[in-house]
């Protein structure tokens, strides 16, 4: 059992560097060759347990977003008997994973991290523009850079972990600590918008000695696939990490009630981590230990300007902010709240750059926005501009069309609020729509306090002003508010080792995915205290008569 204490050093990684894929460049066309080659065919995803592949039969399409007659895959549901399955093969591989030392763990996932970034690096991204409607760069700064960042983070992070020890042994004495991987599994529960974080859920408990089953979200089970075959050819053992797709109320009832439950890492919706954690409770007398919890759930991110903004950096920003990756990120700017002063301005210079946004495919690379992910989605944000346009608390200023009959388009749509607790100011929509609230100036420390209220989410938010004094009066009454909080920039796009990822109240635990202290929620410390010379008397000097 070598759980700490090696001599192999891991280095301080860098960020993964950015390929840009502009015209004329070698990764421009590697990428449109990758999606060729993808489109041109149809594969059989298959469930992964204990390293084999098995075929249950019952299966559903893998289609593209943006071309929903176009299927690229056909994938495998999991049922009662595979799930099952996949817990006694985890355990089988736990009893020889956890005994590893922990620069042989690391060695897997850094490996990985390199077949990432050389020989899979077309492929993964173009699976990802694909299967979840992602333009060139979202897909470079998702399924390459950030999740090889995770990889390579996360196993210089453990290793701290493990180096971490006791700052003091008395003489006679020696004192250490071992950390040492959960009893049981980790359920790792997927979302569909991010490839990396489809990567890291399952990954980061498997590196610091968990074994893990893994389903990723019905609509993104194509890259997850591509997934495990790297990992598979980086040298992870059969049984680490099991591939079940399958639907929630099989797959996730048969895990959560499951005594050998360890742990869950979910991101996803707020409403289903509720679900989550209520199963727990339920089941908590029948856990061979207490579950470690840890859940990245929903936003309804927020920019707020002061009348000191930049505009221009401003209206960039609420772009940006808004509608890349058609607003599907929990981090996206989803309202924001504007002083009368600079309104005027800064609706003139966004409607001008809004008016040159293209929608459509994501083999054109002129394209900024691309299709949502299903119909399903679809339905939920068009409800929400239907919804608008027949209120009187508001109205659409751009956009608010769509159109389902190829892709799952919605247009970039801006609503203008007349209420700051209009619906959509409140509620999550996970979509191409942004609300704004216009405040007049003598409220500005009013509507911060509204700010800080009016969502039960408290996942990204960003100030633009360029006074100090403001800015810190902004940040205090904002303190609570967000758990990635920026200052003159859009509220997405954390990046690992710079920005940990997470948020409080109803947006999740707040356990900085891309940290360490996400890893130490996957390992239980056992403190060892070994006494070279042990006392050989029953009695204390006290106890002396003279």
């Not at 707020?304 to 990756?325: M, Q």
């Not at 796009?493 to 920005?499: D, F, T, W």
């Not at 948020?503 to 060892?528: E, F, H, I, P, Q």
């Amino acid at each position: 059992m070598n759980y700490n204490n090696s001599i192999i050093s891991v280095p301080l990684p860098q960020n993964e560097p950015q390929f840009s894929y502009a015209p004329n460049t070698k990764e421009r066309d590697l990428l449109k060759s990758a999606l060729k080659e993808l489109k041109s065919q149809v594969i059989d995803i298959p469930l992964i347990i204990g390293g084999k592949e098995i075929r249950t039969g019952n299966k559903a399409k893998v289609v593209l977003p943006h071309n929903h007659k176009h299927i690229l895959a056909e994938y495998h549901k999991a049922g009662k008997e595979e799930v099952l399955l996949a817990v006694e093969e985890s355990q089988k591989a736990w009893k020889e994973w956890q005994k590893l030392r922990y620069e042989e763990r690391l060695s897997i996932f850094l490996k990985a991290a390199e077949l990432l970034s050389t020989k899979y690096r077309y492929l993964l991204n173009a699976a990802t523009m694909l299967s979840i409607s992602k333009n060139p760069y979202q897909a470079e700064i998702d399924s390459a850079c950030e999740l090889i960042d995770f990889w390579r983070f996360n196993c210089y992070y453990a290793q701290q972990i493990y180096k971490e020890q006791p700052i003091y042994s008395p003489k006679g004495n020696w004192n250490y600590v071992q950390q040492r991987p959960l009893e049981g599994f980790v359920f790792a529960v997927t979302p569909f918008n991010f490839t990396a974080i489809g990567g890291n859920l399952p990954t980061s408990p498997a590196i610091m000695g968990n074994v893990v089953l893994w389903k990723p979200a019905s609509s993104a089970v194509y890259a997850p696939y591509f997934i495990m075959k790297i990992l598979k050819e980086a040298g992870l053992p059969d049984g680490v990490i099991n591939f079940i797709p399958g639907s929630a109320n099989i797959v996730g009832d048969i895990c959560l009630k499951h005594p050998l439950l360890a742990g869950i890492h979910f991101t996803g919706s707020t409403a289903v981590f509720h679900k989550m954690w209520q199963d727990v409770g339920q089941n908590i007398a029948t856990y061979k230990n207490y579950p470690r919890i840890v859940g990245e759930t929903g936003g309804k991110d927020f920019i707020f300007a002061h009348s000191t903004a930049d505009i221009r950096k401003l209206v960039v920003a609420l772009i940006r902010g808004a509608f890349e990756y058609q607003g599907q990120k929990c981090s996206a700017a989803s309202r924001s709240y504007i002083p009368r002063s600079i309104w005027d301005k800064t609706w003139a210079m966004m409607k001008e750059e809004l008016s040159k946004i293209k929608m459509g495919d994501v083999e054109d690379f002129t394209n900024l926005v691309n299709a949502v992910i299903d119909e399903k989605a679809f339905e939920n944000i068009t409800g929400y501009i239907e919804y608008t346009k027949s209120s009187k608390d508001a109205e659409i200023i751009f956009g608010g069309n769509y159109d389902n009959s190829v892709g799952y388009f919605i247009e970039p749509t801006v609503i203008l609020a007349k209420k700051p607790d209009f619906k959509t100011m409140q509620e999550e929509i996970f979509g191409p729509v942004l609300t704004i609230y216009v405040y007049e100036d003598e409220k500005f420390e009013e509507t911060l306090e509204i700010c800080d209220k009016t969502s039960p989410y408290a996942l990204t938010g960003a100030i633009f002003a360029n006074d100090r004094n403001i800015i810190n009066i902004m940040m205090e009454k904002l303190e609570f508010a967000a758990g990635n909080f920026y200052i003159n920039d859009k509220p997405t796009g954390a990046v690992v080792g710079q920005q940990p990822f997470g948020g409080g109240r109803a947006s999740g635990t707040n356990d900085k995915a891309g940290s360490m202290l996400n890893l130490y929620r996957w390992v239980s410390t056992r403190a060892v205290k070994e006494n070279f010379v042990a006392p050989d008397e029953v009695g204390y000097p006290f106890m002396l008569d003279k």
